[in-house]
């Protein structure tokens, strides 16, 4: 069983700030900044490839609802809400979760995003993506 399926379960302790039947969100143990979140639905899925739209849409409704708490507590300047999905973008823990980072200052997580659109071609890239 993955470790965010025994913390759903209490196998493992966590600190909770959000329970109900599908949803719960946990301080993240790294603290990345002060009052880090994730925001985890109870049943397993590995990503956003796999979980139900049904469930998808719990753990957005939570997520809102905990950035707003973090917001009133804390006042950070802004945040990050990150999902990490698969390896490669560093997901570590193959259980679909999102990340709420409270941002105080512009140096305190590093994410970078470098402008490489010379090498493409937008209107290919658009033919091909759109739904
Ligand atoms: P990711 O790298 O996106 O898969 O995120 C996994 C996150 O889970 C990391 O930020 C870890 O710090 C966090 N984490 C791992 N184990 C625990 C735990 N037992 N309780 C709370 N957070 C955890
Ligand atoms: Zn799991």
């Known amino acids: ?11 493992i ?12 969100a946990i301080l993240d143990i790294s603290q990345a900044t002060k ?9 397993h899925y590995a990503n ?5 739209d049904s469930e998808y849409i719990k753990v957005m409704k ?5 950035t707003s708490k973090i917001n009133d507590a804390y006042k950070p ?3 990050n809400i990150l999902n990490n999905c698969g390896e490669v973008a560093g997901q570590t823990v193959m ?4 990340h709420i980072i409270p941002r105080y200052d ?3 997580i590093k994410l970078e995003f470098t402008d490489h659109s010379d090498k493409y071609d937008l209107t290919e890239i658009m033919h091909d993506l759109t739904i």
């Open 35 to 43: 009052g880090h979140t994730l925001v985890i639905p109870k049943k």
């Open 48 to 52: 956003i490839l796999e979980i139900e």
């Open 1 to 11: 069983m993955c470790i965010f399926c025994k913390i759903v379960n209490g196998e």
């Open 106 to 108: 512009t140096n305190d």
């Open 62 to 66: 939570v997520l809102k609802n905990v």
């Open 95 to 98: 259980h679909y979760h999102v």
């Open 77 to 79: 300047k802004g945040f």
């Open 13 to 24: 302790p966590s600190k909770k700030v959000y329970e109900d039947n599908d949803v719960i």
